[in-house]
């Protein structure tokens, strides 16, 4: 939720619970995380630190040592140890998912002092840490096939990009004899030598004249017009013959059956109800939520923004998939809110974060994708949503009653992302990366061709600059001390002074060093320094991987038009009471130290943010919990 466009919406007659709950309570600006990133945002809440307590920096973090980026929140590894028999692998013992964020979560310090809580979808807790409460896994849970979102699009158009694209698959097929022969993909069999992908058939008969297919899957039938969306299918992927079977579902979207046939069939979502890898505490929770609201999104990030980038689905289809993932948010709030009697409940709202992602563009005639024609059909999607949020907080209002403090709060704001900044092909074009003798700059893998010998520094994750340091980095040349920090303020005069020609603003408008900006054991394990982009920019899609696109900044031109990954003082987050805020600035590293005061719980000592509420049931009890 941005503090902006609130205050808009507010003023506009749109948000008429906020306004009544500002007007009794408070709304401040909530600072942000350094860098803004969900990831790193939602860890600093959670625990109370920053990136140095915590140990999250990015959406994307690199092993030094071998320079290959990973995912920073968690890691799903399979057994280290199998037997093969034939062209089987057996596996000997089991694989597991760990919880890479440091430091203990404000309901496990509830837990402790035997405060009931349940904690639903907050982002950066898969798999969820151990807990008395109910607590649902959401941002950074994969899906089956142990990514973060991979659909299926199959087609028999000739002129279709086949094969992987960003978040997804295209895999042609051939209508033969009015029906339609394909498999659903599951996740690597690692019972099989090279790990192949487990597959399930499935047929679709298509009907010749009307817009209309039956679906057959493992017995499972199901009919579908065009335009229609299934429900949650349930799909079990044999590994070994009678003995191994992982459970997921999906849902199909028919998008045409003639003149050419189009089906999409989403992630393969882990199953609440018997789930693959761990979804709850306890593990029975996310399936007492199947049985009392029914099937839902387990993937983290529900939804599926890469299959409008990618064109797979229009912005009409994917907003009538958006808004599946809300009802299904907001059927398990309405049955866990109806219980909520005291301690802490806490639950996470996705959709004006991914919904403002995609959808900037038909708010803002600035931006280079706005279109008139798609502004008029959906240019209202982030007011209706904002709108939706605002009918939730008219739900909770009436049970805030005088012994209640209610937090509304968001991660961060949002900005327009018109122009991207490159800024691996900045570093290369300034001398601080170096490429191997002849080679490219196109190379497909992250830093293939850099000359690690002749390199000082490069860029990886949406905000991280590092320096390639001497005894940190596999190769590293830069000796940590004088040079280094000789080096970082160079770079930091330098990048502070780009200009774009296009729009004579400054790409960058801020640069912390992690030796300012962290605290705890972790401060110096993460980047070295950490870019701030203007309003307006961002880094670019491919320089984050570690790629050298040709020109240092360009229009963006994905539908994912708004972003908030810039300077973390544009892009503040909003925090709104019913009791009064004491502070002008409060930050999410006080929202922990603020829940623990309202119960008369001293803050740990890694914890570096403060309770910024003036609480009547504590006030007698604040000064302990400062």
């Given at each position: 939720?941005?503090?902006?466009?609130?205050?808009?919406?507010?003023?506009?007659?749109?948000?008429?619970?906020?306004?009544?709950?500002?007007?009794?309570?408070?709304?401040?600006?909530?600072?942000?995380?350094?860098?803004?990133?969900?990831?790193?945002?939602?860890?600093?809440?959670?625990?109370?630190?920053?990136?140095?307590?915590?140990?999250?920096?990015?959406?994307?973090?690199?092993?030094?040592?071998?320079?290959?980026?990973?995912?920073?929140?968690?890691?799903?590894?399979g057994p280290k140890h199998a037997i093969r028999v034939g062209n089987w692998m057996i596996p000997l013992g089991s694989g597991t998912a760990e919880q890479l964020r440091?430091?203990?979560?404000?309901?496990?310090?509830?837990?402790?002092?035997?405060?009931?809580?349940?904690?639903?979808?907050?982002?950066?807790?898969?798999?969820?840490?151990?807990?008395?409460?109910?607590?649902?896994?959401?941002?950074?849970?994969?899906?089956?096939?142990?990514?973060?979102?991979?659909?299926?699009?199959?087609?028999?158009?000739?002129?279709?990009?086949?094969?992987a694209v960003e978040g997804g698959q295209i895999i042609p097929v051939q209508v033969e004899n009015f029906g339609v022969r394909a498999d659903l993909i599951g996740p690597d069999n690692t019972f099989r030598e090279s790990s192949p992908p487990a597959t399930e058939p499935f047929y679709v008969a298509v009907d010749p004249l009307e817009s209309v297919v039956k679906i057959a899957v493992q017995g499972q039938e199901f009919v579908l017009r065009e335009g229609e969306w299934s429900d949650w299918i349930r799909i079990q992927f044999q590994l070994i013959p009678y003995l191994s079977r992982v459970k997921g579902m999906c849902r199909l979207y028919l998008k045409q059956v003639?003149?050419?046939?189009?089906?999409?069939?989403?992630?393969?979502?882990?199953?609440?109800?018997?789930?693959?890898?761990?979804?709850?505490?306890?593990?029975?929770?996310?399936?007492?939520?199947?049985?009392?609201?029914?099937?839902?999104?387990?993937?983290?990030?529900?939804?599926?923004?890469?299959?409008?980038?990618?064109?797979v689905l229009d912005d009409s289809e994917y907003l009538r998939q958006a808004q599946t993932v809300l009802t299904e948010h907001r059927r398990i709030f309405d049955a866990e809110f109806s219980r909520f009697e005291k301690g802490v409940f806490f639950f996470y709202f996705s959709s004006l974060d991914l919904n403002s992602h995609m959808f900037w563009r038909l708010l803002d005639p600035n931006h280079p994708e706005y279109d008139p024609v798609l502004a008029a059909q959906n240019g209202s999607a982030i007011a209706d949503f904002y709108q939706q949020m605002d009918q939730v907080l008219g739900e909770v209002l009436p049970k805030a009653d005088e012994n209640t403090t209610l937090l509304v709060l968001s991660d961060h704001g949002f900005a327009p992302y018109y122009r991207s900044f490159n800024l691996n092909t900045w570093l290369l074009h300034n001398g601080y990366i170096a490429l191997k003798g002849n080679a490219t700059d196109d190379s497909s893998e992250p830093f293939g061709n850099v000359d690690w010998s002749q390199t000082r520094a490069y860029?990886?994750?949406?905000?991280?600059?590092?320096?390639?340091?001497?005894?940190?980095?596999?190769?590293?040349?830069?000796?940590?001390?004088?040079?280094?920090?000789?080096?970082?303020?160079?770079?930091?005069?330098?990048?502070?002074?780009?200009?774009?020609?296009?729009?004579?603003?400054?790409?960058?408008?801020?640069?912390?060093?992690?030796?300012?900006?962290?605290?705890?054991?972790?401060?110096r394990t993460g980047p070295d320094m950490l870019v701030g982009y203007n309003r307006g920019y961002r880094a670019g899609w491919k320089t984050i991987l570690g790629a050298f696109p040709a020109e240092e900044i360009e229009d963006n031109t994905n539908p994912w038009s708004g972003d908030h990954c810039m300077d973390y003082t544009l892009v503040p987050g909003v925090l709104l009471s019913n009791r009064k805020i004491s502070t002008d600035t409060p930050a999410l590293i006080d929202i922990a130290p603020t829940i623990l005061a309202e119960f008369g719980i001293k803050k740990t000592s890694g914890m570096i943010g403060r309770s910024v509420i003036v609480s009547k049931q504590a006030t007698g009890e604040r000064s302990g919990a400062q």
């Open positions: 939720m941005d503090p902006q466009l609130l205050r808009r919406f507010m003023r506009e007659g749109k948000m008429p619970n906020f306004t009544r709950l500002a007007a009794q309570g408070d709304f401040r600006e909530l600072k942000t995380s350094i860098p803004p990133q969900s990831p790193v945002a939602w860890s600093n809440l959670i625990t109370g630190m920053n990136a140095g307590g915590h140990g999250i920096f990015d959406f994307i973090h690199r092993d030094p040592k071998t320079m290959s980026p990973y995912f920073s929140a968690s890691r799903v590894e440091q430091g203990e979560a404000f309901w496990q310090i509830l837990d402790q002092h035997d405060v009931p809580n349940t904690i639903v979808r907050i982002p950066s807790n898969f798999p969820p840490v151990k807990a008395k409460g109910n607590t649902l896994s959401g941002m950074g849970t994969p899906d089956l096939r142990g990514t973060y979102g991979t659909f299926t699009f199959y087609t028999d158009d000739p002129t279709a990009v086949v094969g003639h003149p050419r046939f189009q089906l999409y069939v989403s992630p393969i979502n882990l199953d609440p109800a018997d789930p693959a890898l761990p979804l709850s505490t306890p593990s029975t929770y996310s399936h007492l939520l199947t049985d009392e609201s029914g099937e839902f999104h387990t993937l983290g990030i529900a939804e599926d923004t890469k299959a409008l980038s990618d064109g860029a990886l994750g949406l905000n991280g600059l590092y320096l390639n340091m001497r005894g940190r980095e596999a190769n590293g040349i830069v000796e940590p001390g004088t040079m280094a920090n000789n080096l970082m303020s160079e770079i930091r005069g330098k990048l502070l002074q780009v200009k774009d020609l296009k729009t004579n603003l400054p790409v960058v408008t801020r640069i912390d060093l992690a030796s300012e900006a962290y605290q705890g054991p972790f401060a």
